[in-house]
């Protein structure tokens, strides 16, 4: 029932900006919580970004200051824009979705990834 789609990936210049979208369908907006999870080239997946269910939000440390994530419920999409973009940052990005847990967000669904890649 749950589809999460990414789009808006793509190669861009060091210190250049880059905005991701991922549009969303039976996500139950009032328990849930959003986010962006990335996986560099031969490292783990790690967390990037979430947009929870009260309209808060945190960022990861190593983008902090740079990626901002939002959401418009109206139209179903989670957004992610990237500014002062660094070869580092390169990336499959995966939008993703699942129940708060109290304490975590327990990631459940997931979109296919859409790759962004920053040139030296």
């Known amino acids: 029932q749950v589809q999460l789609v990414e789009s808006g990936g793509r190669s861009v210049a060091t210190g250049g900006s880059l905005g991701l979208s991922c549009r969303a369908s039976g996500v139950d907006y009032s328990n849930s919580c959003m986010g962006w999870l990335r996986q560099a080239p031969g490292q783990q997946r790690n967390w990037v970004a979430t947009?929870?269910?009260?309209?808060?939000?945190n960022q990861a440390q190593a983008v902090k200051g740079r990626f901002t994530v939002s959401k418009d419920i109206a139209k179903n999409t989670l957004y992610l824009e990237m500014d002062s973009l660094k070869p580092e940052d390169t990336a499959m990005y995966y939008c993703?979705?699942?129940?708060?847990?109290?304490?975590?967000?327990?990631?459940?669904?997931w979109g296919q990834g859409t790759q962004v890649t920053v040139s030296s």
């Open positions: 947009s929870y269910r009260d309209g808060s939000r």
């Open positions: 993703a979705a699942g129940p708060w847990q109290h304490e975590t967000c327990a990631w459940t669904y």
